[in-house]
């Protein structure tokens, strides 16, 4: 077994290795480094030999290889080539290093601990790293006075993952319990323990608002967001969604531009290029993200100039789009971030110009083709 390529994923902590052995049909190997190794490959073993590596989970033609992130891809991968050997086409991107990892490069997970719909804790994970947050006493009071109805509460909270965040993770819990006090407002909070105590919890879907011009002009952000969180966009909202992007809090505006990254239209594409020239890191990350998965190639010319956003969070995402994505026109851009001081945009770079230059075709994101490859084994 050896390697073909080796591509980045949207994580800047897990990297896929394209193998010239494909497995059995039906065959899947998934391992973690604190897993009993005692019946695994050898090539496994060896794997977790290597400081940092932290995750191998192998389908068809290609291991998805997970890093600590505070060891670098750079230290990483030549070992990783030394063990798994490399096809003669293969062509090393790697620089050698001495600095360590930077472990705010990446996202940071986020799971809230629900109780009947009633949030209870927030938990982020950004590596090894794991914090985790009590929400305010209103929200204890709501889920106690709701389990007066449950045999077993403990039984019934459940982690419920959301979308990452980026940035510092203090902040964002602080973040996120700002947001979620602003949604969950103490009338909300009892309509939820009412619905609990009655057993209507089971067939409680959360109730969606029109949401007018008038409540995103309140002058508390708190019921601006609530306003927000509880809407269901579509189309025709795109002059609300407009007006929350000039919000001034950062939480009201990536909600904002996540909700337009959920409508599957052309139209909303000079809104989320106005996104992507926000002043908060979350909020131009989000539109890139937004952009990459509803797949507009007329986005590519904005994706191009964000390859020199002064955040490499969003250069990174930059050209992961235009590796998915991106066409001749891309080139010079990508020739100038093969120099980019992050190792992530430079071996970003060099992939999509790779992809470009050997006329292979775009394919989307690699998410989507590793969904596709199990969906098709």
């Known amino acids: 077994m050896k390697i073909l390529s080796i591509e980045p994923t949207p994580s800047p902590y897990s990297m896929k290795l394209n193998l010239d052995e494909k497995l059995p049909d039906n065959w899947t190997e998934n391992y973690k480094a604190n897993d009993d190794l005692n019946s695994a490959p050898a090539y496994i073993k060896e794997l977790f030999q290597i400081n940092g590596v932290k995750g191998i989970y192998r389908v068809i033609d290609f291991i998805a290889l997970e890093r600590n992130p505070k060891v670098s891809w750079e230290e990483i991968l030549p070992e990783v080539t030394t063990i798994l050997g490399t096809d003669a086409s293969f062509e090393s991107t790697f620089y050698t290093t001495t600095e360590k990892a930077d472990d705010s490069f990446g996202e940071i997970n986020v799971f809230i601990q629900m109780f009947r719909f009633i949030p209870m804790q ?65 009338k909300r909070l009892q309509e939820l323990v009412d619905f609990a105590l009655t057993n209507r919890h089971k067939d409680h879907q959360f109730t969606r608002q029109r949401v007018t011009m008038e409540m995103l002009e309140n002058p508390n952000w708190k019921a601006r967001y609530a306003a927000l969180d509880r809407m269901s966009p579509t189309i025709k909202d795109l002059d609300l969604l407009d007006k929350a992007l000039e919000d001034e809090k950062a939480s009201i ?67 992961m789009f235009l590796y998915e994505l991106g066409d001749e026109t891309a080139i010079p851009a990508l020739n100038a971030a093969i120099d980019d001081p992050e190792f992530e945009v430079r071996m970003q770079a060099k992939m999509a110009l790779a992809r470009i230059e050997g006329g292979e075709k775009a394919k989307g994101s690699i998410w989507h083709q590793m969904t596709k490859a199990t969906e098709y084994r």
């Open 122 to 186: 927030i938990k982020l994970v950004e590596g090894e790293h794991e914090k985790r947050v009590g929400l305010p006493a209103n929200f204890t009071e709501a889920a106690l006075k709701a389990s007066e109805n449950t045999e077993n509460m403990l039984e019934e909270r459940r982690w419920i993952e959301q979308s990452p965040r980026y940035g510092d993770i203090d902040q964002i819990a602080e973040e996120i319990t700002e947001e979620l006090s602003a949604s969950y407002d103490n």
């Open 253 to 319: 505006r990536r909600l904002a531009t996540a909700y337009l990254g959920m409508i599957e239209n052309e139209r909303v594409l000079p809104y989320l290029y106005k996104a992507l020239k926000d002043n908060a890191v979350n909020v131009r990350r989000t539109a890139g993200d937004c952009l990459s998965d509803l797949g507009f190639k007329q986005a590519m010319p904005k994706m191009i100039e964000s390859l020199k956003d002064e955040n490499r969070l969003v250069r990174w995402r930059a050209a």
